[in-house]
């Protein structure tokens, strides 16, 4: 009720917000979503599931020295990688770099901005994912990687043009979810918040694609409003600001026209979409700490029971998640997986951006 009572968000900052997120976060969390423990796969059983053209590559941090396992259908490599200090030394000035380049898009500072960003990212690239690719050989990559790759704009290096991948929690998780057969795209539900730059035309370009859609924007776009429509849509899309509770990530949620939908809320629907893409900032971003499991409101929606999530895990300019989204939606409506679907938008409309597929994008 008190989000009712104060959609501005101000209650957020109360006592009784605070009593509300320890609550949520002991009962909610280990009481909804995925049940039962799942025993962990082996590599035969990986490799089972790949074929020539997919590969995984399962990233391992030792504390002080990063490797990767790459998977293929025929056989499985360690790779070992570079310094791990100097590439965590690097993170965050990539962040910095990334946040300018998203909302400096004209004029001389652009261009340098443009230029350090294109540097660090090449860097990264070597480092982290050009060898563990060049061993893959592979069109299509899953990754599976600790917390601190959380941040990793994949989508955006170098090594990965003209691939298709999907960041998945675990290689079991994506081997169970791969088994739910061939993606729903059926119908498609679509949801506007506020103050978001050219979001309505996303959603109109987006919508056009489908056969079977339902939109809100403006003020028809609540959360009941998307609530509803999030249990009866096989894709939903919602372009959204986004808040990010690091202190509980079941309070980070999208920004609607009469207040927050929060992770917490998204727990509590009976059925959910195959396919959700978050086009708002900031929402892919996952919270790591000491002893902590790494959620964010991508996991929100994975653990709940969603296939996959498209979001971006660092801020992205507007015209470019109008259009690039916007191109996505054509190959989803045409039974395309998600991952695919997002790689084939990026190659026709030129726009390389941090979103990517989380979960078990194809």
Excluded at 53 to 81: E, M, P, W
Aim: net charge negative.
């Amino acid at each position: 009720m008190m989000r009712a009572d104060d959609p501005s968000g101000a209650w957020q900052a109360s006592a009784e917000a605070e009593r509300l997120r320890d609550r949520a976060r002991e009962r909610q969390w280990s009481g909804t979503g995925s049940r039962g423990v799942q025993a962990r796969i082996d590599i035969d059983t990986v490799r089972a599931e790949l074929d020539a053209r997919t590969a995984l590559i399962a990233y391992v941090f030792t504390g002080d020295a990063l490797a990767a396992v790459v998977v293929r259908h025929d056989r499985a490599q360690l790779v070992a990688l570079g310094d791990w200090a100097a590439v965590a030394h690097s993170l965050p000035g990539l962040r910095a770099d990334l946040d300018m380049a998203a909302t400096m898009r004209t004029g001389p500072v652009a261009g340098v901005v443009a230029r350090s960003l294109s540097d660090r990212l090449a860097s990264l690239s070597r480092s982290v994912l050009d060898g563990p690719a060049g061993v893959a050989d592979a069109d299509r990559l899953v990754i599976t990687a600790p917390g601190i790759l959380n941040g990793i704009p994949w989508a955006m290096l170098p090594g990965m043009a003209g691939r298709a991948f999907t960041v998945a929690v675990s290689a079991t998780r994506w081997e169970r979810m791969r088994r739910r057969g061939p993606f729903a795209h059926d119908m498609a539900a679509f949801a506007a918040g506020p103050r978001v730059t050219r979001a309505e035309e996303e959603i109109e370009t987006a919508v056009a694609a489908w056969t079977r859609s339902t939109a809100v924007t403006a003020d028809a776009a609540t959360v009941e409003r998307v609530t509803v429509m999030a249990s009866r849509a096989d894709v939903l899309h919602v372009a959204a600001h986004g808040r990010h509770a690091i202190d509980n990530p079941l309070f980070s949620g999208l920004e609607l026209s009469d207040g927050t939908l929060f992770g917490y809320d998204i727990d509590l629907i009976p059925t959910l979409p195959d396919t959700v893409v978050l086009s708002a900032c900031k929402v892919g971003r996952s919270s790591v700490r000491w002893g902590e499991e790494a959620v964010g409101m991508t996991r929100i929606w994975l653990h709940a029971g969603a296939r996959c999530v498209v979001a971006t895990p660092v801020v992205v300019a507007d015209d470019d998640a109008c259009e690039l989204l916007g191109a996505m939606h054509a190959g989803l409506a045409a039974g395309v997986s998600p991952s695919e679907a997002l790689a084939a938008a990026s190659e026709r409309t030129g726009i390389v951006a941090p979103f990517q597929v989380h979960g078990a994008g194809f």
